[in-house]
Every structure is written in structure tokens, then in C-alpha cells.
T-cell receptor, first 113, second 114 residues
Framework: GDSVTQMEGPVTLSEEAFLTINCTYTATGYPSLFWYVQYPGEGLQLLLKATKADDKGSNKGFEATYRKETTSFHLEKGSVQVSDSAVYFCALWATGGGNKLTFGTGTQLKVEL | KAGVTQTPRYLIKTRGQQVTLSCSPISGHRSVSWYQQTPGQGLQFLFEYFSETQRNKGNFPGRFSGRQFSNSRSEMNVSTLELGDSALYLC?????????????FGPGTRLTVL
């Protein structure tokens, strides 16, 4: 079945450091890929998405590129801020996958001054 | 435009009781999905409704059920609560009939089973 694998957290960085959160997926066909962010006590917010191979999603300084050859969708940001502290979820929507998102386990990011 | 709203935000129940959670989607959205979030299992899909019909169901026991009304509002019910049902229940709504789409999530209902 479809699955998403994310790097274990927590990830602790200093402000202005470079961020990478790895995400790989297994799915049949050509899924759409998403990154969601969850701040403490809140629901999920869509951060960015990519719907086909080689697409780059970007938002608020975050980027991720859909790499079909490596089945990956790694999240990157050049300079993190304390306000980026949250849990980040990689997810896929598979074609013919039953109208649902399949999520990774989430990666907690802590950014310190 | 108002976002997805869920009520109540917090709920405490005891084992064996039943509970009903409510979700109001964004105006114009006809698809509503429910997810369960726990520290151990992460985010898991419960079910999805479109135009009052359940289109897809996740791998949960029959104690978990849902419905959607003609105004697209949705409820989910859990009967005979177990300790393991303690979780954050998230509702998400979207516009399109099928295919990759953007789901907008509500803040969730935090259910604690004692």
C-alpha cells in the first residue's frame, strides 16, 4: 500500500540555520505530494504541494521538489526562524487511492535563539 | 471566508460511553474527511463523505461511524469508547469531486477517554 517515511525528530536548530527534513514515499502511479505544518494546539495547515515529477512547491521560504527517480520530497529552508518551530508532516494523495491523504509520522522542529 | 470549525474542542469521556463530534466545512466545500491523530499511530484516515455519501473508509472498527448532512456538515460517532480512542480528531474539507486536491483542516477535537 501507499506509505510515507519521514526522518525522526526532534530536529533542533539555531535560528538562521539551514533546514532539511527528508521524506520518501511508496505509491503506485503518480501521487501528489504535500507538506503540512502543525503548530502547538492547532490543526494542520498546508505548507506547499507538488502534483507531478520535477515540480517545486514553495511557500514562506520553504521549498520541496518532487523527485520521482528517488521517490522523495524533501523539505528545505535556507534560514529558519524561531516561529518555524512546529511539527511538519509529509503526505501523499495517490491516484486511485480512495480520496485520502496518507501521512508520514511527522518531524518536530525546534528552533532556538 | 470562515475556516473549518469543529465542536467541541475538548471532550472528556469514560470507557464504555459514546461520543459525537461535529464538523462544519468551509462554505461551498462538499467533501469532508476525518482523521485520527495519536502519538503512537500518527495521522490515520477514518472516512470521507461527499454529498451525504460515504465514499471511502479507513481501517477502523465499526464503533467508528459518521454521516454527512445536506448542508455538508458532518458528524462522527464513536460508541463503546476505549482508552485507546483518546486522540485528536481532525476534520478536513475540500471542493473537488476527486483527484489531488487541497484539504483544509479544522483545529480538531481533543478526546480524552478515562
Amino acid at each position: 500500500g501507499d506509505s510515507v517515511t519521514q526522518m525522526e525528530g526532534p530536529v533542533t536548530l539555531s535560528e538562521e540555520a539551514f533546514l532539511t527534513i527528508n521524506c520518501t514515499y511508496t505509491a503506485t502511479g503518480y501521487p501528489s505530494l504535500f507538506w503540512y505544518v502543525q503548530y502547538p494546539g492547532e490543526g494542520l495547515q498546508l505548507l506547499l504541494k507538488a502534483t507531478k515529477a520535477d515540480d517545486k512547491g514553495s511557500n514562506k521560504g520553504f521549498e520541496a521538489t518532487y523527485r520521482k527517480e528517488t521517490t522523495s520530497f524533501h523539505l528545505e529552508k535556507g534560514s529558519v526562524q524561531v516561529s518555524d518551530s512546529a511539527v511538519y508532516f509529509c503526505a501523499l494523495w495517490a491516484t486511485g487511492g480512495g480520496n485520502k491523504l496518507t501521512f508520514g509520522t511527522g518531524t518536530q522542529l525546534k528552533v532556538e535563539l | 471566508k470562515a475556516g473549518v470549525t469543529q465542536t467541541p474542542r475538548y471532550l472528556i469521556k469514560t470507557r464504555g460511553q459514546q461520543v459525537t463530534l461535529s464538523c462544519s466545512p468551509i462554505s461551498g466545500h462538499r467533501s469532508v474527511s476525518w482523521y485520527q491523530q495519536t502519538p503512537g499511530q500518527g495521522l490515520q484516515f477514518l472516512f470521507e463523505y461527499f454529498s451525504e455519501t460515504q465514499r471511502n473508509k479507513g481501517n477502523f472498527p465499526g464503533r467508528f461511524s459518521g454521516r454527512q448532512f445536506s448542508n455538508s456538515r458532518s458528524e462522527m460517532n464513536v460508541s463503546t469508547l476505549e482508552l485507546g480512542d483518546s486522540a485528536l480528531y481532525l476534520c478536513a474539507s475540500s471542493t473537488v469531486l476527486a483527484g489531488p486536491n487541497e484539504q483544509f483542516f479544522g483545529p480538531g477535537t481533543r478526546l480524552t477517554v478515562l
